[in-house]
Each structure stands twice: as C-alpha cells, then as structure tokens.
C-alpha cells in the first residue's frame, strides 16, 4: 500500500505538478484531522510520513498522572513504566497510536481532506502556470464555438474567447490552432480564469518578438504600436545599432518574416517604419506609405500640421482615415493633413487677411 501511495504521489508531481512534499504535508495533516474527529482533541499529536517508504507514525504525547482523568492525553504510572520503568508522575511519553482505531467517518474525512489539497493544489499549479504567461502569447486549439464566444483549450487549462476580443470576420473551426494573447489570469474558486485576446496591439508585438530574433534578443526595440485587428497594423522600431537596419530585420529575406505574421493575423496589413526623437520626421515615416511634403510639429502642444502632394492626400488619410488614424496613435499627435494646394488657399487667405487689416488700421 506505502509503495502505491508513493506511485500515486510521483504520477501527481508529474501530471499535475503537485510538489510530492505539499502531498505529504497533506496526509500529515488528513491524519492528525482524522484523530480529532476521532477523539475530539489532537493537540498533543504530531503525524509524519516516511518520504522514502510512505510509512508514517502517530504520536500522542501523554503526560504520566497517579489516576487518569482524559485517557487522551494522559497515561498512568503504571502503563507508562510497561513503556520504559524510568518515567515518573509530570513525564511526557510519547504514545504511538495505532490508525486502526479510528472510525470510518473520521477515516472518510481524512480522504476527503487529501482529496480537497490535490484539488486546491491542482488549481494553483494551473494558475501559477499561466499567471507567469499573462501578457504573452500562447497557442491554443479551438474546441468549440458556444454562440458568439469560443471555448479554447490551451493544455492544462481551457479559456474563452470573447466576442470583443475577437477580429471582426474571423471565422474558427473546432481543432483549428490559434495564437493568443493572455490579458490577465484571475484566481477563482472554480480554478484560474484566462482572458485571452486576438484583438490586443501587443499580440501583434509579442508575435514579432516571436518570429524576429533581433527583437527577441533587444538588437532592435519596439518603440510603438498602433493597431486596427483584422485591417492594419503600424508599428515603429529602433535600433541602437547603426550596423543593424530595424526595419530591414523585421520584414526579412524576400519579406519572410513579416509575411509569417501577416498569415498568423489572416491578411491583416502591417507596416513597419523606423523610429525617430525628432517629431517631424515620425511623423512623416507614420504616414508611409504616402509622401509627405512638410511636417510643422508642436511638441508641447502634441499637435502637427502635415502638407502633402495633391495626388497623395487620399493616401495620407487612408480609407475612412484609417492611415492618420493610426499615424497619430503611433506617434501620440493630433495630426492635421492638407494638400499642397489646399495650403497654399490657407496661406492666401490668411494673406488677404494681413492685407485687410493693414488697410483698416489706415483708415
């Protein structure tokens, strides 16, 4: 029986990555809760349990009277000196007690303890696991679809997929493997609850740092990152490095790299520009790919007033402006798009007015 206790505990630490110890722990613990129900009181008791055989002793420690009051924790003269002849009355013997003299239920109860430790301690493994993953990404299948949200296996633990956190258009199959981004892991009674994301800026970042090995190892630095799921992503990199083009690394031979993003996010497009301290010029890679003829920025004010050519104008905005759009989350100004034409009607206007005024002054 000890060696099937043993087996059981090694197939738990495996399985279920229960540490042996905690188990061991909790038998102790099941045993001495065992003696209480059994005899109402074990606060002279300690339980321990061979690591190595699985064989464990219950100790009472009885204190030697002239005439027994509570047999629970006292022993007579006379049994005490059948133990060794040297204990006198005020002695402490230690008695070992034999489990056999406990009744089923207490029994029972302690089954039922170890049972509720394997189960607590299978729930914090799971979390601890997970929690360690939050803010990462990490590959699930699809197990089912339950109306709009879909249920997700992700090994040890299953999470949902809300419909929020969802690409809009993205249809899954059950068994289908998707990558996931882990928003946070909450610790429940019913075990660790994960909210997972296809939708987070940072997914697309966590898959690059995946796929691209200079940005796995910081040679080149995500600077920022602004994301429509499911439509366009732009991100902005950097590297310290002048030998190292950030760009160039992260889009990859014949475009591999990017292109095995791409595939993960389902056609979703990205571009990728490079980083700059100096306003004007993030500004301008930001609305790539349209050219941009001036870029006038007020740093304090976080705003920028762009000119661009006439034939560019629908590009620089974007369809729906999505392109500013995402320009100005990237780079955190408010962005002010005109064409070269339509300034040049604003500085004319604005001319006019100098003009106007000079006039009224005279009169």
């Not at 009277?65 to 009355?89: F, G, L, M, R």
Request: contains cysteine; glycine residues 6%; aromatic residues 4%.
């Amino acid at each position: 029986m000890n060696k099937e206790l043993l087996d059981a505990l090694e197939v738990l630490e495996k399985e279920k990555d229960i540490s042996k110890e905690v188990m061991f722990e909790a038998i102790e613990n099941s045993l001495v809760t065992a003696y209480k129900n059994h005899f109402e009181k074990a606060d002279n008791v300690t339980v321990t349990v061979n690591r190595n055989t699985g064989d464990y002793q219950i100790i009472a420690a009885k204190t030697v009277v002239e005439e027994v009051k509570d047999p629970i924790t006292e022993i007579s003269v006379y049994d005490a000196q059948e133990i060794d002849k040297k204990y006198e009355p005020g002695d402490v013997v230690n008695v070992k007690v034999e489990s056999k003299e406990f009744g089923r239920i207490a029994t029972q109860n302690a089954k039922n303890v170890i049972l509720q430790k394997i189960r607590e301690e299978e729930r914090k493994a799971i979390y601890d696991q997970y929690y360690g993953k939050e803010k990462d990404i990490v590959t699930g299948i699809v197990q089912k679809i339950n109306g709009k949200n879909v249920s997700i296996n992700l090994g040890k633990a299953d999470a949902v997929l809300s419909e929020k956190e969802q690409v809009k258009g993205e249809v899954f199959t059950p068994t289908e493997r998707i990558k996931l981004y882990i928003v946070e892991v909450k610790d429940t009674p019913k075990g660790p609850k994960i909210v997972v994301s296809r939708t987070h800026p940072d997914l697309v970042k966590r898959l690059f740092e995946a796929e691209v090995a200079e940005v796995k190892d910081g040679t080149v630095e995500i600077k920022s990152i602004a994301r429509e799921a499911g439509s366009r992503t732009k991100i902005a990199v950097y590297s310290k490095n002048k030998e190292v083009d950030a760009v160039g690394a992260c889009v990859g031979m014949n475009g591999a790299r990017v292109n095995a993003i791409v595939s993960e996010l389902r056609g979703e497009k990205i571009d990728i520009i490079n980083w700059s301290e100096n306003p004007a010029v993030l500004i301008e890679n930001a609305l790539s790919p349209a050219k941009v003829v001036s870029v006038v920025a007020d740093d304090e004010a976080k705003t920028a007033k762009v000119v661009v050519p006439d034939y560019q104008l629908s590009l620089a905005i974007g369809k729906a402006g999505q392109n500013a759009r995402l320009a100005a989350r990237l780079t955190g100004f408010k962005i002010d798009i005109k064409s070269e034409s339509q300034a040049k009607e604003l500085d004319k206007i604005g001319e006019e007015e100098i003009d106007f005024s000079e006039e009224d002054e005279e009169v």
